[in-house]
């Protein structure tokens, strides 16, 4: 885990706490190595080879690995078409390189969350580029000015370097209650979330924390989704909270 000085991240634009060594950052290193490997050709061997080249092209779910080791996305666009639980996972043994203005395009209800770049050693994001996925490398990332990135940047050894004011690591968006109708026999929730993405409802009498249940899980494929949980028993009072899995 790169030190804080190394980022290159004014501290005004983190969203979050930084653990710049300690035992949680040395479990989320533990976590990536763990990740890394899980992706690897030796863990999914037999990945399909769509070239090195990976602009231009329609890709439906699978295990893709690139031929000469390295993958990029310089000449036309690159789009991933399939369903909100399809998943893709891309190796390369060196580096991943996405041109200026590029961009990761999804379609079919593709989901981030389920995008995966495993690279062997750097990964480069051009200025003003777009993408889609966990990237996870081994040495460094490096986003720069006015790229986006709606997924997660680790680096296993090196640094996550972001330049620029206008690019960002965005928070997965919250799920927000619009109303709670309550009446003697049940509870009309309605929440505004993300289509297409993996949300739960939980509920507690007491605001305890061990007293949280969960009532409902789906994946809306709209933005507002309605659940009606129905009364029993004699509790008198019920607060409720929504969330969503990171990534999703």
Do not use: C
């Given at each position: 885990?790169?030190?804080?000085?190394?980022?290159?991240?004014?501290?005004?634009?983190?969203?979050?706490?930084?653990?710049?060594g300690?035992?949680?950052?040395?479990?989320?290193?533990?976590?990536?190595?763990?990740?890394?490997?899980?992706?690897?050709?030796?863990?999914?061997p037999?990945?399909?080879?769509?070239?090195?080249?990976?602009?231009?092209?329609?890709?439906?779910?699978?295990?893709?690995?690139?031929?000469?080791?390295?993958y990029?996305?310089?000449?036309?666009?690159?789009?991933l078409?399939?369903?909100p639980?399809?998943?893709?996972?891309?190796?390369m043994?060196?580096?991943?390189?996405?041109?200026?203005?590029?961009?990761?395009?999804?379609?079919?209800?593709?989901?981030?969350?389920?995008?995966?770049?495993?690279?062997?050693?750097?990964?480069?994001?051009?200025t003003?580029?777009?993408?889609?996925?966990?990237?996870?490398?081994?040495?460094?990332?490096?986003?720069?000015?006015?790229?986006?990135?709606?997924?997660?940047?680790?680096?296993?050894?090196?640094?996550?370097?972001?330049n620029?004011?206008?690019?960002s690591?965005?928070?997965?968006?919250?799920?927000?209650?619009?109303?709670?109708?309550?009446?003697?026999?049940?509870?009309?929730?309605?929440?505004n979330?993300?289509?297409?993405?993996?949300?739960?409802?939980?509920?507690?009498?007491?605001?305890?924390?061990?007293?949280?249940?969960?009532?409902?899980?789906?994946?809306?494929?709209?933005?507002?989704?309605t659940?009606?949980?129905?009364?029993?028993?004699?509790?008198?009072q019920?607060?409720?909270?929504?969330?969503?899995?990171?990534?999703?």
């Amino acid at each position: 885990m790169s030190p804080v000085g190394s980022q290159g991240i004014p501290p005004g634009q983190i969203n979050g706490t930084i653990y710049n060594g300690g035992p949680i950052a040395a479990q989320a290193e533990l976590d990536l190595n763990s990740a890394i490997i899980a992706a690897s050709p030796a863990q999914l061997p037999g990945g399909i080879n769509a070239g090195a080249e990976l602009g231009g092209q329609t890709l439906a779910a699978g295990v893709y690995v690139s031929p000469s080791g390295a993958y990029a996305i310089t000449s036309v666009d690159l789009t991933l078409n399939g369903g909100p639980n399809d998943v893709w996972v891309f190796q390369m043994a060196s580096t991943l390189t996405v041109g200026v203005g590029r961009q990761v395009i999804l379609t079919g209800g593709a989901q981030a969350a389920n995008i995966f770049w495993q690279v062997g050693s750097s990964a480069t994001l051009g200025t003003s580029s777009v993408f889609e996925g966990t990237i996870m490398a081994y040495s460094s990332i490096t986003m720069n000015a006015s790229s986006t990135l709606d997924g997660r940047a680790l680096a296993q050894v090196g640094a996550v370097t972001f330049n620029g004011h206008s690019g960002s690591l965005p928070m997965p968006e919250v799920p927000k209650f619009t109303s709670i109708i309550w009446s003697a026999t049940n509870s009309v929730i309605t929440l505004n979330t993300k289509p297409n993405g993996l949300v739960t409802i939980q509920m507690s009498s007491s605001l305890s924390q061990p007293d949280w249940t969960p009532i409902a899980t789906n994946t809306p494929v709209t933005s507002s989704w309605t659940f009606t949980n129905d009364h029993t028993g004699s509790v008198t009072q019920r607060f409720y909270r929504a969330f969503r899995p990171i990534g999703n």
